[in-house]
């Protein structure tokens, strides 16, 4: 059984911020870096505001619901930080796999995201968010594939719903959340986090829109 990947922006947004949807907390993303570069910008990007939390250490650290995978377009789990969660979660390689047969045609573009189940029982889910079309690309310094992927993983986090319909902010509380790019697609790490945070900003507006 596949988790689900359709998101709809305009649904059921307010007092998503506040946790007032359930008595609910407030969804909580949380930033992580292994490698101190990357540490170091996702802290200075968020410096100030109290929305976004950063680790420094590894997102199978995080007590999270859902991990996001910055995999390619045909869910193929080979490297970097894919490949942890492959090891990790034996079976989501496939289940990524057929989902993008499924639902995309098997390739799902930059820009837009799918969320499968892990296998496991902690984290349950996996977003799948492409940065780049074709394994272990390197992507161009003017990229902006961070922000559109950033951008897909907080749409279906915002609007998503299951197969069994429910939403996926009401099932997703926590997200921790990998370097975008970062690894094999060079993206420098400064320009991922003001991406991310950019993107972020867009789909969770800062002025009470969560």
């Known amino acids: 059984m596949l988790g689900a990947v359709t998101a709809d922006s305009g649904a059921d947004t307010a007092g998503i911020a506040t946790g007032e949807l359930g008595g609910q907390e407030p969804l909580r993303l949380v930033l992580c870096a292994v490698d101190e570069p990357l540490a170091n910008a996702w802290t200075e990007a968020v410096a ?43 079976a989501v390689e496939q289940h990524v796999r057929s989902a993008v047969l499924a639902y995309h045609g098997g390739e799902l573009p930059v820009g ?29 310094p003017d990229t902006v594939h961070p922000y559109l992927a950033a951008r897909a993983v907080f749409h279906l986090w915002r609007g998503g719903r299951l197969e069994d319909e429910r939403p996926v902010r009401r099932v997703v509380r926590t997200i921790a959340l990998p370097g975008l790019g970062t690894g094999v697609g ?8 003001r991406q991310v945070m950019a993107a972020w900003d867009e789909v969770f507006d800062p002025r009470g829109l969560r």
Request: charged share 20%; aromatic share 4%; glycine share 10%.
């Open 112 to 140: 837009q995201a799918l969320v499968v189940p892990t296998g496991e029982p902690a984290p349950a889910w996996l977003i799948s968010a492409p940065t780049m079309r074709e394994p272990g690309e390197v992507l161009p």
């Open 48 to 90: 100030g505001r109290s929305d976004v939390e950063v680790h420094r250490g590894s997102v199978l650290d995080i007590d999270a619901e859902a991990v996001v995978s910055p995999a390619n377009s045909f869910g193929l789990m080979r490297g970097g930080i894919d490949a942890v969660y492959a090891r990790a979660f034996p």
């Open 186 to 193: 060079g993206v420098p790490p400064r320009n991922c986090a």
